[in-house]
């Protein structure tokens, strides 16, 4: 994601990227909200599928 | 690969409700009443105009995110009230809660303040004690709410 990100605004602006914005686009701040948010719904979203460990006695 | 059947909704409904919420709190006490950190603010010392505004968009995007999450699970829980599949008690529903806000700080404090170092739980002192007390609180809250999911009715 950030090699994509450097590449689409290199080859915009030339070598230097244009603002503060995409500046942090493209080093670490995506990393730092995206991939937490990812992993977490990876997290979940694997507990929702498969069989939880957490049994519960269902009512009749 | 066979998908087991799907059976506890309202656990992983609880989870979501408990990493945004979780997400919530970190955004609201942590960024903006009690002004520790913000998003960037290892790499971008929020002591200008121009780091403040930078830092404050990066919450927003983080908030964004915790909305989200939010989002989710309160669709998990009407599409729960609508089929009625799963029997709900009030520990288990909040030990899902307390599990999710475990895992946030968990996931959250170790990809943030330890990995990619964009902020740390107290700014001023950089990777301190507090960044693993952070950790320690998700073990705590991860293990509280199992312990809570785990009863039986």
Redesign the interface.
């Given at each position: 994601m950030t090699i994509i990100a450097c590449l689409v605004c290199h080859s915009e602006t030339g070598l230097a990227l244009k603002n503060?914005?995409w500046d942090?686009l493209s080093?670490?701040?995506i990393?730092?909200?995206?991939?937490?948010?990812f992993?977490?719904?990876l997290?979940?979203g694997i507990?929702?599928?498969?069989?939880?460990p957490?049994?519960?006695?269902?009512?009749k | 690969m066979t998908v087991r059947s799907y059976r506890h909704p309202m656990l992983s409904a609880g989870l979501l409700l408990g990493i945004g919420m979780g997400g919530f709190i970190d955004g609201i006490v942590f960024h903006q009443i009690l002004q520790l950190h913000n998003m960037l603010s290892a790499k971008y010392s929020p002591n200008t105009v121009i780091n403040i505004e930078l830092n404050m968009v990066w919450d927003g995007i983080f908030h964004l995110g915790t909305w989200l999450t939010t989002a989710a699970g309160i669709s998990l829980i009407w599409r729960e009230v609508t089929r009625r599949t799963e029997p709900v008690t009030t520990r288990r529903f909040l030990g899902s809660i307390i599990a999710g806000w475990g895992l946030f700080n968990l996931v959250e404090g170790s990809i943030d303040h330890h990995l990619l170092h964009v902020h740390h739980v107290v700014e001023r002192y950089g990777e301190s004690s507090w960044d693993f007390a952070f950790l320690l609180s998700g073990v705590i809250f991860l293990l509280l709410g199992a312990i809570l999911m785990r009863e039986q009715e």
């Open positions: 503060a914005f942090t080093t670490t701040a990393f730092g909200v995206l991939l937490p948010f992993i977490l719904f997290v979940v507990f929702h599928l498969f069989e939880s957490f049994p519960y006695e269902a009512r | -």
